[in-house]
């Protein structure tokens, strides 16, 4: 009998993902725990190893595209089965498969069940599925008509009220039968602003479904004839910014605090360091330390709204924005608030390094309450950032430069860097930003307490 | 050793046949007029088969030709006001018939078509050839040739499925107090249906001016007359119905002619039903321009010597023979015949532009392909002007009733008002009011003329009354004493009820009700308690209503009984006993087409039900706790239901369950389903949903037949799906 390997789910709680790159060819042997593809997610690629041994006998998706979890990808031939049969018994397979229901991986694969099926049109259970029947063409180039491609349920009013209201539907989560979107869950969106955030065990992954559809139809006259443009598809990870982005912007309540603060002691300080440790730590690095060393001092801060509780961290785990190729990713450096600030730059560069190298774990994206955004390397004096759900918090960090300030009533020269936080006000007031701005501008303009 | 008596029936059955003393006696005018009758049909029939040959009659061309003496002979004499109706070969008798109206009963041979009968002749062509033209907008064709003002109450495609209609017009001719007679033809086939057996039944035991007339051509199709009944002189029928009948030579059309006399002398005096049995020959096969011997059945020899005796030879040689006519005259008669009709077919066909040699249908004289479903029922404007009441607004007093005497009260009350309504059924008449009491009291206020007791045969006591509303001078209604029944009388009810106003091109009324009564939970099983309704909304041309309560069913009755269409009214036993009440006073209000009920206001989801199944989605409403909105549907069918209000409650709930009690087979809410998600896919939330009873038909075992039905239990699992449905969770 064939072994159909499915499209795993790779970053919990996600609907799809691409097949990067297979690491096996048609033909091949393997054995448990080989790894037979690169699977490439929104966020990360991830090697995939086989579960069951088996001779390669088909791959059933194209490299590159986007396929829901649960999709059949690849068939194995058990010892001593052909390659045909296998192919064969595989496309019986994948047909019962599909029947069996919906399981939590593969919601979105999953066919639609109505509620309760009449009696009468259930198939008779005393004709099974024929396999002697040739499937309808076993190796598709593309996904088979039995799986759903990456299509998300939603109810037809559904479907309607979104295209009235502009809503994507791949920021909901159905809960209808088989996961299909019914109108209760659009009545909750009205009702409550807030989406449906993600554990933070999924924080970084996609609250549900790809669906691709904009929810502003793109103009018109994309579709014409002109030179005068080109239409690149968005790849997995510019949807997931566009999507959670627009998430957060439009269903969290966000405000900013400003503050100029003095950095001259800081770079001595970091000087100083290079000079006697020959250790690189950057400005950045002290000011990620610095988030940490106040997210301990005002812990309030420190915590993240979670669709109606406030969930406290002991630990201030923060999230670094990376820009790579096409987009930007924010891996997360845990404990920052215990981390040595050496540790701390170490850590924060290998994460940069695998970020840009396309390496990132599931895990070396998830959780963290608040994130640091530094564009002062371009010259940026000041910007406001948009926060990352499920993060609170977010501060923007613009370039430090001498500037003219006042000193005891005299006019001086320091070196000043702007900083923006950006807070979530379900879980941050005005005056709790305030306190822990004032916090991390302490740990600035001394940084010595850093070092301790 | 027992005594044994020879009995007898005491009927007559007389065959008779012409002397020359007969055609000596016989006034020229009929003769002439016969044989100009015989010369124009045979034309025709040749007209027919011509284009036939060319392919231009769409569907069966069933010739007469060879049989004419039998329609020619029968028909001369009659009125007018008598009518005939006729069989898949019907052409010879319809154009009898038309032909004596517009002559007014004789030709003159010597300027045989008039304007008016070559204008007839041409609307009677283009009707076979399917054109706009003709009598029925070329709806009927062939087989469905109707021209009511002359007395052609419409050919019938179905074996002996004229003859309760036919027998319902007499009913109607003999009630309106004439002494018109109706005549039903059929041939050796169709003499042993159970609707022509049963019909005779019913015309001998009421006395009805109705002629059995048999066309014995002796084959039907291809099978010979002694293969399929063992006495195949077919009068013989009418001793076993208590009916005088005759037995003529239809080749000679004065005998059929004075058999004919003789049975509506008898009829127009009250004697009741006749038989007259023809002897003919069809010189073709069943069907098309080839004899039947090219198909083996029968020899060339026996059609030559049946050829020896056409009729037209016969009428035309006493013609001779009395100096009436010469050869020349008689040749004369034939060649405006056959002018005529070529004048006809030039008028509706022509050179085909496209294929040179070969003749098209004129194009322009198609009927309109967008007016195919046009005529299917009226428009219910015989409704203006009535009182209408909405019960569930009716602010003023009560009367406390049971249903059934609210049943019985509003036919009562709409008799009393309308002579022309009358009830039929099993037992109407007697047991006090039916089997249910739903004709209470009736009997005694307008006697046994219009509360009629049947016999047990649906088909024909079902199809009498379509014939009888068909007519339009009565409005009956019929009671049906169990739904199931509808099988028994099917080809009445969807063949010929159902279909007659669109079949005969929107140019009748068909004001009949049919009342039946679902009885699922009364143990009477598989065959007696089903759902009518999913049947009916499925068939054409009927329109449904159910009453869940007393007051509905006054206003849905009297709008019933005021529609010129035909009207199914459902009951249900478990209504009958119920303590009810209606709104005080007189009760003639009307409750139109497209007025279903909100029972219950509610967001989650439209319940749509009727009859007893309202009341039981309240209960599981209320179990459930489901904001559910109820909608008592009322009127069932595609064009009485109310598809504003429903519209309106699915575009808010987005849900739908269609609730019902009875087989899922035969049900009601799958046709409605289907409409429904296509005319509100969008507003849609989930798949509809239904309540129904199970596959097989309920038992008898009273546990067996709760299982197989739905009630309050039943809508509470459905309401259930549907909250599933809903998500949220």
């Known amino acids: ?452 | 050793m027992p005594r044994r008596r020879r009995l007898q029936t005491g009927v007559d059955w007389i065959e008779l046949s012409t002397t020359t003393a007969d055609w000596d006696r016989a006034e020229p005018d009929l003769l002439l007029t016969m044989l100009g009758q015989l010369h124009l049909i045979r034309a025709f029939e040749e007209a027919v088969l011509e284009l036939a040959g060319e392919g231009l009659v769409h569907g069966p061309a069933h010739s007469s030709i060879g049989q004419e003496g039998g329609a020619v002979g029968s028909i001369v004499g009659l009125r007018s006001s008598d009518a005939v109706n006729g069989s898949h070969r019907g052409h010879h008798q319809f154009l009898a018939k038309v032909i004596g109206h517009v002559s007014g009963g004789r030709l003159d041979v010597g300027s045989l078509v008039s304007p008016r009968l070559q204008a007839v002749l041409q609307r009677s062509l283009a009707e076979i050839l399917g054109l706009a033209q003709g009598f029925s907008g070329g709806r009927g064709g062939s087989m469905h040739l109707q021209w009511l003002e002359a007395g052609a109450l419409g050919t019938n495609a179905i074996v002996g499925g004229g003859a309760p209609i036919a027998a319902g017009h007499a009913w109607a001719q003999k009630h309106a107090g004439t002494d018109d007679l109706t005549v039903n033809y059929f041939g050796d086939g169709a003499a042993q249906i159970g609707s022509v057996l049963e019909t005779m039944n019913l015309a001998a035991a009421w006395k009805l001016p109705v002629c059995s007339f048999i066309e014995n051509n002796l084959y039907a199709v291809a099978t010979r007359a002694d293969e399929i009944t063992a006495d195949p002189r077919f009068s013989v029928r009418g001793q076993g119905f208590g009916i005088p009948s005759w037995r003529v030579d239809g080749m000679d059309p004065l005998a059929v002619h004075l058999a004919m006399e003789e049975a509506a002398e008898l009829m127009r005096g009250g004697g009741g039903p006749t038989i007259v049995e023809a002897e003919v020959y069809r010189f073709f096969h069943q069907n098309g321009p080839y004899p039947g011997s090219a198909f083996g059945y029968r020899s060339k020899q026996e059609e030559a010597d049946w050829r020896a005796r056409d009729p037209l030879e016969r009428v035309a040689a006493e013609i001779r023979r009395r100096d009436l006519l010469d050869d020349a005259a008689v040749a004369a008669v034939r060649d405006q015949a056959r002018d005529a009709m070529r004048a006809a077919v030039a008028e509706l066909v022509e050179d085909d532009p496209d294929a040179a040699g070969t003749r098209r249908i004129r194009p322009e004289l198609w009927p309109d392909p967008a007016r195919v479903d046009a005529g299917m029922r009226g428009d219910a404007r015989e409704l203006d002007g009535l009182p209408e009441l909405e019960p569930l607004a009716h602010t003023g007093a009560w009367t406390e009733t049971r249903f059934v005497d609210a049943v019985a009260g509003v036919m009562d009350r709409r008799m009393g008002a309308d002579p022309r309504i009358i009830v039929l059924g099993e037992d109407v008449h007697h047991l006090g009011g039916g089997t249910n009491g739903a004709t209470k009291g009736l009997l005694k206020t307008y006697g046994p003329d219009r509360i009629i007791g049947t016999p047990i045969s649906e088909n024909a006591f079902t199809g009498l009354a379509g014939g009888i509303a068909l007519d339009g001078r009565f409005r009956p209604v019929v009671e049906l004493m169990y739904p199931d029944f509808l099988w028994v009388a099917a080809d009445q009810i969807f063949n010929q009820i159902g279909k007659a106003r669109h079949m005969f091109g929107d140019n009748d009324t068909v004001p009949l009700v049919v009342r039946t009564k679902v009885a699922m939970g009364s143990g009477y099983g598989s065959q007696h308690l089903m759902d009518p309704a999913g049947i009916f909304a499925t068939a054409p041309g009927w329109r449904i209503v159910a009453a869940s309560d007393a007051a509905d069913y006054v206003g849905l009755m009297n709008a019933a009984l005021a529609l010129e269409d035909p009207v199914l009214v459902i009951e249900h036993v478990d209504l009958y006993g119920r303590s009810d009440r209606v709104p005080s006073g007189d009760p003639d209000y009307v409750i139109p087409p497209g007025s279903a009920a909100v029972r219950r206001a509610g967001n989650d989801v439209t319940v749509l039900s009727y009859l007893t199944m309202v009341q039981h989605s309240l209960d599981a409403i209320e179990r459930t706790g489901v904001d559910a909105e109820l909608i008592d549907l009322r009127w069932l069918d595609r064009a009485s239901l109310d598809w504003e209000t429903i519209g309106e409650s699915i575009r808010k709930t987005n849900a739908v369950l269609i609730v019902e009690q009875g087989a899922r087979g035969t049900s009601y809410g799958g046709w409605l389903a289907d409409e429904l998600q296509r005319r509100f896919f969008d507003w849609l939330d989930q798949p509809v949903e239904r309540v129904t009873g199970g596959e097989a038909s309920p038992s008898i075992s009273k546990v067996l037949e709760r299982a197989a039905i739905a009630r309050t239990e039943e809508v509470v699992a459905g309401l259930e799906r549907v909250r599933a449905g809903m998500g949220g969770a």
């Open chain 1, 1 to 452: 009998m064939a072994t159909v390997v499915r499209m795993p789910a790779v970053l919990a709680g996600s609907t799809e993902a691409a097949l990067q790159s297979w690491l096996v060819e048609e033909g091949a042997q393997v054995s448990v725990g080989h790894p037979i593809a690169d699977i490439e997610t929104e966020k990360a690629v991830v090697e995939y190893a086989a579960e069951a041994e088996g001779t390669v006998a088909g791959f059933l998706v194209p490299v590159g595209e986007n396929v829901a979890v649960g999709t059949p990808i690849l068939v194995l031939a058990d010892p001593g089965e052909s390659v045909e049969a296998a192919v064969l018994a595989a496309a019986d397979l994948t047909g019962e498969a599909d029947a069996a229901g919906p399981s939590t991986a593969t919601d979105a694969a999953s066919p639609e069940q109505s509620g309760a099926p009449e009696p009468s049109e259930a198939p008779e259970p005393s004709e099974p599925r024929a396999p002697a029947e040739p499937a309808p063409d076993p190796l598709p180039t593309g996904p088979s008509p039995d799986d759903h491609g990456g299509r998300r349920f939603a109810s037809p009013i559904v479907r309607r009220l979104a295209r009235e209201r502009g809503l994507d539907l791949g920021l909901l989560r159905g809960t209808g039968p088989g996961g299909r979107i019914v109108r209760r869950d659009l009545d909750a969106l009205r009702e409550d602003p807030a989406p449906e955030v993600p554990a933070p065990s999924a924080a970084s992954a996609a609250p549900a479904g790809v669906a691709p559809a904009p929810a502003v139809p793109v103009d018109a006259g994309a579709t014409a004839t002109s030179t005068d443009f080109v239409d690149v598809p968005a790849t997995g990870m510019r949807r997931a910014i566009a999507r959670r982005l627009t998430e957060s912007v439009t269903t969290i309540p966000q405000f900013q605090l400003v503050a100029d603060i003095r950095v001259d002691a800081l770079l001595e300080l970091r000087g100083r360091i290079a000079e006697q440790t020959g250790a690189k730590v950057s400005v950045n690095d002290f000011v990620v330390k610095a988030v940490g060393a106040a997210l301990r001092d005002v812990p309030d801060a420190n915590a993240i709204w979670l669709d109606g509780t406030i969930r406290r961290f002991e630990r201030a785990d923060i999230g670094i924005a990376v820009a790579v190729e096409g987009g930007l990713v924010t891996p997360v450096v845990r404990g920052v608030d215990r981390m040595p600030v050496g540790a701390l730059a170490e850590a924060g560069r290998a994460l940069a390094e695998r970020a840009r190298a396309g390496g990132l774990r599931q895990d070396d994206l998830e959780g963290g309450s608040f994130a640091v955004s530094n564009l002062g390397m371009f010259g940026t004096r000041e910007f406001t950032a948009i926060i990352n759900p499920p993060h609170s918090g977010i501060l923007a960090v613009g370039a430090a430069a001498p500037r003219a300030v006042v000193v005891d009533g005299a006019l001086a020269i320091a070196t000043v860097m702007t900083v923006t936080l950006t807070a979530d006000h379900r879980v941050v007031d005005g005056a709790l930003a305030a306190q822990w701005m004032a916090a991390f501008t302490e740990h600035v303009e001394h940084p010595l307490g850093l070092l301790l």
